[in-house]
């Protein structure tokens, strides 16, 4: 299964903190794929980090991929309420099975 | 930029009846998934076509079924509907000759009663 494991559960933090989660998945992949989810609506997709790639950037986004340890990191950096979602991370590309996602809370 | 189009948005059916929910996946992705997410819970992989054919199944019930046409808009299928089967249904579409990454659409949800 390439099914994605985030951790934590749940994150609570004030605005303007940082926010790391962590994945981790069980099989290779060519690529990892970041998504946040708001309350009762669609995925989003934030970013995508290829199996070559270390790190990537996005605006307040980080991503790192380590497939040695077959883990990677979304560390949202100045969080805003706005952040306050579910995220989640998959891999692979044929059935992107997404585990239980990290629900993240940024207090104003 | 073109996004992935669900349709309906919203369905109410009653139980054992049938449903149909549309996927138009962005032009020229040749993948598409469909999820089940309940209440609280995380999405469930169902079912993808690459290319017009099935390509990996998950925990999609024997009453659903789903295909991809020719134009690679897919329509799920879900008869003798249940009370569990309330849920939002998420279409994705990616170009996995590329490997690039899935975009999901708004989602259908469904309510049985």
């Known amino acids: 299964s390439q099914q994605g494991e985030e951790d934590p559960q749940a994150l609570s933090i004030q605005e303007g903190e940082n926010a790391t989660m962590n994945c981790s998945y069980k099989t290779s992949i060519n690529n990892l794929q970041w998504y946040r989810q708001n309350s009762g609506r669609g995925l989003v997709h934030l970013i995508l980090?290829?199996?070559?790639?270390r790190e990537k950037h996005s605006g307040r986004l980080r991503v790192t991929l380590d497939t040695s340890k077959k883990s990677s990191s979304l560390l949202i950096t100045a969080s805003r309420a706005a952040d306050t979602a579910s995220y989640f991370c998959t891999g692979g590309s044929e059935k992107l099975v997404f585990g239980k996602g990290t629900k993240l809370t940024v207090n104003p | 930029a073109a996004g992935v189009i669900q349709s309906p948005r919203h369905l109410i059916k009653e139980k054992r009846e049938t449903a149909t929910l549309k996927c138009y996946p962005i032009?020229?992705?040749?993948?598409v998934y469909w999820y089940q997410q309940g209440p609280g819970q995380d999405p469930q992989f169902l079912i993808s076509f690459y290319e017009k054919m099935q390509s990996d199944k998950g925990s999609i019930p024997d009453r659903f079924s789903a295909q991809q046409f020719s134009d690679y808009h897919s329509e799920l299928n879900m008869s003798s509907l249940e009370l569990g089967d309330s849920a939002l249904y998420f279409c994705?579409?990616?170009?996995?000759?590329?490997?690039?990454?899935?975009?999901f659409g708004q989602g259908t949800r469904l309510t049985v009663v």
């Open positions: 994705a579409s990616s170009f996995r000759g590329r490997g690039t990454e899935a975009f």
């Open positions: 980090i290829r199996s070559n790639e």
């Open positions: 032009p020229r992705h040749d993948t």
